[in-house]
């Protein structure tokens, strides 16, 4: 995330901790992608990705008035996100759909032209590559390339030090590069 | 794997991410790159991965959360104005029908500072305001001292008939015959969230109530959609002293009990933002800010558990004898149980 997108949540937030349902609705659409995309990997099941970002975004609506600001909105949001998933998971209202790594399955969706179809390949086999990532390296993967963390903004939330997050997101990508290549070759 | 590539996927990696990489690094890992096939696929790879979007969130799901907000937004503001106006009719009447004296209420009873800025059923000064407040207090009380849910073992302990929300007779308000679906729907967390607010605290559905006693009273409204699926409205709430239940009426009675617990001995009931319909669950009312994590924190600490074991969360690690947090999480027989937020419980007076 920029520092231009940065300054544009904080002016958005402002605005909405001072009642401003316009400003907070546009923070949704800014960042309901990142949400959904966090539940999905984190359940691997559409519902419960929308009943996440549903839970989350009223989340975050009732604590307006506790973000001070100190730390960038996306690592708010990451966090409330995060919590929101483990919660849904520890109360036993959500269970992640269990994924075999050795059966990332390959699909094209039909009606389709070649180039979509394999880009729709390529998603899914991605996304479920993914999925199939150590939860602790998933996490530090989504911290950086869903909501744009630094890998220091992700040492904080994550409580683990800036090494180990540089440690998590380069597992997670070599791991991933290596499903993509058991996929039949490059990615393109 | 030669420390050489390794050094280089990894510095390929965190430019990626915008990482700040040593510009000499950078051109290192790039010449090393162009001459490791191992590394020039990484690479190739990387930035294909990169160029596949992430899952985007569908615009129905987008939407469905711009209405929950805005439903509790507007739920929240039509409670407020509704409550005011019921204070000011139930004024009106106080001083109009003399028989009717409101019962003084004690100054360790009165609601707290903190509660009267939660809750708007409270928000209004001078002395009429104060006889208003007193006869809802009365009413609620009168139904809160009948049928607030104690606790599991005080519950059990009950010979009242009172209309529980175990209480097989109590019907489901859609009156489908029960299925495999039916079961699976039950389980479904938020189809278990029936509950309304009045005055800010929180009463959970017992059941339809077969007709409205003769010697009912109006003691308040309740702004909520219930199970209709429309958009919320408001109902006068009603309370026959010595029935168990609140009625909600004009749209057929419904019966509710209002949510309690206990601690050391002291009643505490479960206060929320307005509800406005079933589906949802209780949550802080206004004036908690959501806790950012599993300790309460920044908003509360533990102070101290109950019987159960259940953990008392109060701001700054406050005595809970004023008014306490449940984390989500409680057990299905806990008053909170199943409910994913974080709860407030103010004392009974």
Same mark, same amino acid.
């Given at each position: 995330?920029?520092?231009?997108?940065?300054?544009?949540?904080?002016?958005?937030?402002?605005?909405?901790?001072?009642?401003?349902?316009?400003?907070?609705?546009?923070?949704?659409?800014?960042?309901?992608?990142?949400?959904?995309?966090?539940?999905?990997?984190?359940?691997?099941?559409?519902?419960?990705?929308?009943?996440?970002?549903?839970?989350?975004?009223?989340?975050?609506?009732?604590?307006?008035?506790?973000?001070?600001?100190?730390?960038?909105?996306?690592?708010?949001?990451?966090?409330?996100?995060?919590?929101?998933?483990?919660?849904?998971?520890?109360?036993?209202?959500?269970?992640?759909?269990?994924?075999?790594?050795?059966?990332?399955?390959?699909?094209?969706?039909?009606?389709?032209?070649?180039?979509?179809?394999?880009?729709?390949?390529?998603?899914?086999?991605?996304?479920?590559?993914?999925?199939?990532?150590?939860?602790?390296?998933?996490?530090?993967?989504?911290?950086?390339?869903?909501?744009?963390?630094?890998?220091?903004?992700?040492?904080?939330?994550?409580?683990?030090?800036?090494?180990?997050?540089?440690?998590?997101?380069?597992?997670?990508?070599?791991?991933?590069?290596?499903?993509?290549?058991?996929?039949?070759?490059?990615?393109? | 794997?030669?420390?050489?590539?390794?050094?280089?996927?990894?510095?390929?990696?965190?430019?990626?991410?915008?990482?700040?990489?040593?510009?000499?690094?950078?051109?290192?890992?790039?010449?090393?790159?162009?001459?490791?096939?191992?590394?020039?696929?990484?690479?190739?790879?990387?930035?294909?991965?990169?160029?596949?979007?992430?899952?985007?969130?569908?615009?129905?799901?987008?939407?469905?959360?711009?209405?929950?907000?805005?439903?509790?937004?507007?739920?929240?503001?039509?409670?407020?104005?509704?409550?005011? &106006? $019921?204070?000011?009719? *139930? =004024?009106?009447?106080?001083?109009? +029908? #003399?028989?009717? !004296?409101? /019962?003084?209420?004690?100054? @360790?009873?009165?609601?707290?500072?903190?509660?009267?800025?939660?809750?708007?059923?409270?928000?209004?000064?001078?002395?009429?305001?104060?006889?208003?407040?007193?006869?809802?207090?009365?009413?609620?009380?009168?139904?809160?001292?009948?049928?607030?849910?104690?606790?599991?073992?005080?519950?059990?302990?009950?010979?009242?008939?009172?209309?529980?929300?175990?209480?097989?007779? &109590? $019907?489901?308000?859609? *009156? =489908?015959?029960?299925?495999?679906? +039916? #079961?699976?729907? !039950?389980? /479904?967390?938020?189809?278990? @969230?029936?509950?309304?607010?009045?005055?800010?605290?929180?009463?959970?559905?017992?059941?339809?109530?077969?007709?409205?006693?003769?010697?009912?009273?109006?003691?308040?409204?309740?702004?909520?959609?219930?199970?209709?699926?429309?958009?919320?409205?408001?109902?006068?709430?009603?309370?026959?002293?010595?029935?168990?239940?609140?009625?909600?009426?004009?749209?057929?009675?419904?019966?509710?009990?209002?949510? *309690?617990?206990?601690?050391?001995?002291?009643?505490?009931?479960?206060?929320? /933002?307005?509800?406005?319909?079933?589906?949802?669950?209780?949550?802080?009312?206004?004036?908690?800010?959501?806790?950012?994590?599993?300790?309460?924190?920044?908003?509360?600490?533990?102070?101290?558990?109950?019987?159960?074991?259940?953990?008392?969360?109060?701001?700054?690690?406050?005595?809970?004898?004023?008014?306490?947090?449940?984390?989500?999480?409680?057990?299905?027989?806990?008053?909170?149980?199943?409910?994913?937020?974080?709860?407030?419980?103010?004392?009974?007076?």
């Amino acid at each position: 995330m920029s520092p231009a997108d940065s300054t544009e949540d904080r002016t958005l937030v402002a605005s909405a901790q001072n009642g401003d349902m316009e400003a907070f609705e546009l923070l949704v659409r800014a960042h309901a992608d990142a949400v959904y995309a966090h539940g999905l990997r984190f359940f691997g099941d559409r519902e419960a990705a929308q009943d996440v970002v549903q839970e989350v975004f009223l989340k975050l609506y009732r604590s307006l008035t506790s973000y001070d600001g100190s730390a960038a909105f996306s690592t708010w949001l990451f966090r409330v996100t995060r919590n929101v998933c483990l919660d849904m998971f520890r109360q036993g209202r959500r269970r992640p759909v269990p994924i075999d790594p050795v059966d990332i399955a390959v699909g094209a969706s039909p009606g389709v032209t070649p180039d979509h179809a394999n880009t729709v390949v390529d998603g899914i086999v991605l996304e479920q590559a993914i999925r199939a990532l150590q939860p602790e390296d998933r996490e530090a993967l989504n911290a950086v390339t869903l909501f744009g963390m630094s890998y220091a903004e992700a040492a904080v939330t994550l409580d683990v030090p800036l090494g180990t997050v540089k440690s998590r997101v380069f597992r997670a990508r070599r791991t991933l590069v290596a499903a993509m290549g058991m996929q039949g070759g490059d990615v393109q | 794997m030669n420390p050489e590539c390794l050094e280089a996927q990894q510095i390929v990696s965190e430019t990626y991410d915008g990482e700040h990489v040593d510009p000499a690094a950078i051109q290192r890992a790039r010449q090393h790159c162009t001459e490791c096939p191992e590394c020039s696929v990484f690479v190739s790879r990387l930035a294909a991965i990169r160029k596949t979007p992430a899952p985007s969130a569908p615009p129905r799901v987008i939407q469905n959360a711009i209405e929950t907000i805005r439903t509790e937004v507007v739920a929240q503001a039509a409670l407020a104005e509704e409550a005011a &106006a $019921a204070t000011a009719r *139930a =004024a009106s009447a106080a001083k109009e +029908d #003399a028989s009717v !004296a409101p /019962r003084p209420i004690p100054p @360790a009873q009165q609601p707290s500072p903190r509660r009267l800025t939660q809750a708007t059923w409270f928000a209004w000064g001078g002395w009429a305001t104060a006889a208003a407040v007193a006869l809802v207090l009365v009413g609620v009380l009168a139904v809160r001292g009948i049928s607030y849910i104690a606790g599991p073992q005080e519950k059990a302990a009950s010979d009242t008939a009172m209309i529980t929300q175990n209480d097989s007779s &109590a $019907a489901p308000l859609s *009156a =489908a015959p029960e299925s495999a679906d +039916d #079961a699976a729907e !039950a389980s /479904r967390s938020s189809a278990s @969230a029936r509950f309304i607010t009045v005055g800010g605290f929180v009463y959970a559905y017992t059941g339809p109530g077969a007709r409205l006693p003769s010697n009912a009273t109006t003691i308040g409204v309740t702004v909520s959609a219930l199970d209709t699926g429309s958009a919320p409205q408001q109902y006068s709430v009603s309370s026959a002293g010595g029935d168990n239940f609140v009625v909600v009426t004009e749209t057929g009675l419904y019966g509710f009990e209002l949510v *309690a617990r206990t601690l050391r001995g002291q009643s505490y009931g479960l206060q929320s /933002r307005a509800l406005s319909g079933f589906g949802q669950w209780p949550s802080l009312p206004e004036g908690y800010a959501e806790p950012a994590s599993d300790d309460g924190s920044p908003s509360f600490s533990r102070a101290t558990s109950d019987d159960s074991g259940v953990a008392i969360f109060t701001p700054n690690g406050s005595d809970p004898s004023g008014g306490f947090a449940i984390a989500p999480g409680t057990s299905s027989s806990d008053p909170a149980g199943g409910n994913p937020n974080w709860t407030w419980w103010a004392p009974l007076p």
